[in-house]
């Protein structure tokens, strides 16, 4: 657990509030130091990353009797005197010769170091790359290759990728520009050597080059701009557990909270279920069909047909009414004279025969 400190005074009080964690942290800082004896190489790629690292980046130039993994009091001097919570010693020695050694600090304390030596044959400065460099302060884009960078279990190289992606890490930001995309950072590990030498990590830098292909996607190259570093594993130190878990921390209510019906598919798509009421199918609002509309010559026949069947439908109303009122004086004919139905029906045979209505011939039957 880190030590907690009482302020004595207002002004020690407001100090020690500026260091409190925070909710969004501002980009790490990286301080570059040397010991008393240092190589020229080494200081070379010093600058080279201190360029690339810049505007967070302090460099020292006073060399320092420092030993990292004996005696880090110092270190910790440093990275709170300066605010800078990364570390970078260059030294050279004939045990361990051009020798870097990576350091990350928490709350002024040093929680994890990793010593990388580097490859004199192989090594590569700035100022042996012909070609226009990257412009100040652009944020690289990482790539690690390698099995060993996916190990489960905690390693050197694992903490070589995680002290990598905190160094270049730089600014946070929500918003990317195309254009500002120019630098690329790639890291690789190798396979073990044949005598079980630990795999080397091979660090390039390259510029990203846009170029008119003749289409709306332009065609993408890349240069190397250097430093070329090819580093060998050294010592290690790993973060203590109740430090480890002090650090990764996060401050609550940054997460976002989850919506219902909301979903983000594999793709980053974003779908979302929506629930609707009833509808009334009786008020909703069709589209009207031009097609489906009547011709004025059909709408003029429907008008006509309509008006005849009209009158045809009086007419025929009117000849029932004949028929009733003969029905209604053949049956008064009937009672009037007297006779049973068999006269009744010969008077109808009658009628049918002399082709005098049957209501004539009745009445001048009474006549008689």
């Given at each position: 657990?880190?030590?907690?400190i009482k302020p004595k005074n207002a002004r020690s009080k407001r100090e020690i509030a500026k260091r409190e964690p925070l909710a969004h942290e501002n980009p790490k800082k990286c301080l570059f130091l040397r010991?008393?004896?240092?190589?020229?190489?080494?200081?070379?790629?010093?600058?080279?990353?201190?360029?690339?690292?810049?505007?967070?980046?302090?460099?020292?130039?006073?060399?320092?009797?420092?030993?990292?993994?004996?005696?880090?009091?110092?270190?910790?001097?440093?990275?709170?005197?300066?605010?800078?919570?990364?570390?970078?010693?260059?030294?050279?020695?004939?045990?361990?010769?051009?020798?870097?050694?990576?350091?990350?600090?928490?709350?002024?304390?040093?929680?994890?170091?990793?010593?990388?030596?580097?490859?004199?044959?192989?090594?590569?400065?700035?100022?042996?790359?012909?070609?226009?460099?990257?412009?100040?302060?652009?944020?690289?884009?990482?790539?690690?290759?390698?099995?060993?960078?996916?190990?489960?279990?905690?390693?050197?190289?694992?903490?070589?990728?995680?002290l990598f992606v905190d160094f270049f890490r730089g600014a946070e930001t929500q918003k990317i520009d195309v254009s500002g995309l120019q630098l690329l950072i790639s890291f690789f590990a190798g396979e073990d050597?044949?005598?079980?030498?630990?795999?080397?990590?091979?660090?390039?830098?390259?510029?990203?080059?846009?170029?008119?292909?003749?289409?709306?996607?332009?065609?993408?190259?890349?240069?190397?701009?250097?430093?070329?570093?090819?580093?060998?594993?050294?010592?290690?130190?790993?973060?203590?557990?109740?430090?480890?878990?002090?650090?990764?921390?996060?401050?609550?209510?940054?997460?976002?909270?989850?919506?219902?019906?909301?979903?983000?598919?594999?793709?980053?798509?974003?779908?979302?279920?929506?629930?609707?009421?009833?509808?009334?199918?009786?008020?909703?609002?069709?589209?009207?069909?031009?097609?489906?509309?009547?011709?004025?010559?059909?709408?003029?026949?429907?008008?006509?047909?309509?008006?005849?069947?009209?009158?045809?439908?009086?007419?025929?109303?009117?000849?029932?009414?004949?028929?009733?009122?003969?029905?209604?004086?053949?049956?008064?004919?009937?009672?009037?004279?007297?006779?049973?139905?068999?006269?009744?029906?010969?008077?109808?045979?009658?009628?049918?025969?002399?082709?005098?209505?049957?209501?004539?011939?009745?009445?001048?039957?009474?006549?008689?």
């Open positions: 657990m880190l030590r907690q010991y008393t004896t240092s190589s020229s190489l080494v200081n070379d790629l010093c600058s080279n990353l201190h360029s690339l690292k810049s505007p967070y980046a302090v460099k020292f130039t006073k060399k320092n009797p420092i030993h990292p993994f004996e005696d880090p009091s110092s270190l910790e001097f440093f990275s709170e005197k300066n605010d800078a919570s990364f570390l970078l010693f260059a030294s050279h020695s004939k045990k361990r010769p051009h020798c870097m050694t990576w350091i990350r600090c928490f709350g002024g304390k040093i929680l994890d170091m990793l010593e990388l030596l580097v490859v004199q044959d192989t090594a590569r400065t700035l100022g042996q790359f012909k070609g226009r460099k990257c412009d100040v302060g652009i944020k690289p884009l990482l790539s690690f290759s390698g099995a060993q960078f996916e190990s489960p279990t905690p390693n050197a190289y694992t903490l070589a990728k995680s050597g044949p005598e079980g030498e630990p795999a080397q990590i091979h660090m390039r830098c390259w510029k990203i080059v846009t170029k008119k292909s003749g289409q709306k996607v332009p065609r993408v190259e890349v240069e190397e701009i250097g430093p070329r570093i090819d580093f060998r594993v050294g010592r290690i130190k790993e973060a203590d557990a109740a430090m480890r878990k002090e650090a990764m921390k996060r401050a609550k209510g940054l997460e976002a909270k989850p919506k219902k019906n909301v979903e983000t598919d594999i793709v980053g798509d974003k779908m979302g279920r929506i629930h609707l009421g009833r509808q009334d199918l009786d008020e909703l609002q069709t589209r009207k069909m031009k097609g489906l509309k009547r011709s004025r010559s059909e709408q003029e026949e429907a008008e006509d047909d309509g008006g005849t069947t009209n009158i045809d439908g009086g007419d025929n109303d009117g000849a029932d009414d004949d028929e009733d009122d003969e029905d209604d004086d053949a049956m008064s004919v009937n009672t009037g004279i007297g006779g049973d139905e068999s006269e009744g029906e010969s008077v109808e045979d009658d009628d049918d025969e002399g082709g005098v209505p049957l209501n004539k011939k009745a009445r001048l039957d009474n006549g008689k």
